[in-house]
């Protein structure tokens, strides 16, 4: 009787293991349900040696900005008509971090 049910177990498992396998999880994957519209993109940016230029649109064409930066030294900016703002980080000599941030 043990002897019967050890192998009605082992074969109940052989044949639910296609099953089990079928039920693979992805993790992070999921649906994104987006309400609106995207009206305008994003500026594009360069840098130049010491010299930084932002390409923004302004409603009918690109408008572009030049930004002279010092190392070292406090960088604030106002991105044109309005859409944002630019700072740098300096995170040692001559090494920053720019932060662009939209409204």
Request: proline content about 2%; aromatic content about 6%; hydrophobic content about 40%.
């Amino acid at each position: 009787m043990k002897k019967n049910f050890i192998i009605g177990t082992c074969l109940a498992l052989l044949l639910s293991a296609p099953t089990m396998a079928n039920n693979n999880k992805v993790i992070g994957s999921g649906t994104i349900t987006f309400t609106g519209s995207i009206v305008e993109g994003n500026c594009m940016t360069d840098s130049v040696g010491n010299t930084f230029k932002a390409n923004c649109w302004n409603g009918t064409e690109m408008e572009e900005t030049l930004h002279k930066i010092e190392p070292n030294k406090m960088f604030n900016a106002q991105l044109g008509e309005n859409k944002g703002s630019m700072s740098i980080n300096w995170i040692k000599e001559n090494v920053g971090i720019m932060d662009i941030v939209y409204n």
